[in-house]
T-cell receptor
Framework: DQQVKQNSPSLSVQEGRISILNCDYT??????FLWYKKYPAEGPTFLIS?????DKNEDGRFTVFLNKSAKHLSLHIVPSQPGDSAVYFC??????????????FGQGTILTVHP | GAGVSQTPSNKVTEKGKYVELRCDPI?????LYWYRQSLGQGPEFLIY????????DSGLPNDRFFAVRPEGSVSTLKIQRTERGDSAVYLC??????????????FGNGTRLTVT
């Protein structure tokens, strides 16, 4: 049972344009959501998070949007840069009062930004 | 400062053997996590330590897997009677305040375990 789903395995974007990565979840008890970025042979690196009391959080070029009624979140990267090319994982936590570090991850989306 | 350190970076072992994977968390981080990432998948939670004790080991797949953190710092993940299905990247992460907002998990580069 995949509780966090990233339905697009890959995304290709031109440098300078917007990248939009999507994520859906099924467990309505999740109340904290995160995006991690991963380069080959490295561990995931935290990018940005959002709690369920908000619908938007922004940090520089990165913005995360949360639609609780649709159980959907998205990550917007504007403008996209070649160095953003990596695997992006959506993650969720907090279901039923469990540890906020007990993350449920999606399968990942490979983002390629072309110069 | 130093990040989360995992050793070895690669481990090849034969089916049925015992392996130990080590994790050195960021100094001062009391929360430590082990995750496992199989090819084409996201990381999956295995176990969470708060200090020396395992606060949640619900992700350990079976009793061949065991983890310890005797002094509340370094942790070792132990796998007995390894099987080919155990092949994966084992990731360790630490956090200052248990992953709460403003205190995200910091991951190491992982140990790639291959069971032949």
């Amino acid at each position: 049972d995949q509780q966090v789903k990233q339905n697009s395995p890959s995304l290709s974007v031109q440098e300078g344009r917007i990248s939009i990565l999507n994520c859906d979840y099924t467990n309505s008890m999740f109340d904290y959501f995160l995006w991690y970025k991963k380069y080959p042979a490295e561990g995931p690196t935290f990018l940005i998070s959002i709690s369920s009391i908000k619908d938007k959080n922004e940090d520089g070029r990165f913005t995360v949007f949360l639609n609780k009624s649709a159980k959907h979140l998205s990550l917007h990267i504007v403008p996209s840069q070649p160095g953003d090319s990596a695997v992006y994982f959506c993650a969720a936590s907090g279901a039923g009062g469990t540890s906020y570090g007990k993350l449920t991850f999606g399968q990942g989306t490979i983002l390629t930004v072309h110069p | 400062g130093a990040g989360v350190s995992q050793t070895p970076s690669n481990k090849v072992t034969e089916k049925g053997k015992y392996v130990e994977l080590r994790c050195d968390p960021i100094s001062g981080h009391t929360a430590l996590y082990w995750y496992r990432q199989s090819l084409g998948q996201g990381p999956e939670f295995l176990i969470y330590f708060q200090g020396t004790g395992a606060a949640d080991d619900s992700g350990l797949p079976n009793d061949r897997f065991f983890a310890v953190r005797p002094e509340g710092s370094v942790s070792t993940l132990k796998i007995q009677r390894t099987e080919r299905g155990d092949s994966a990247v084992y990731l360790c992460a630490s956090s200052l305040r248990g992953g709460r907002e403003g205190s995200p998990l910091h991951f190491g580069n992982g140990t790639r375990l291959t069971v032949t």
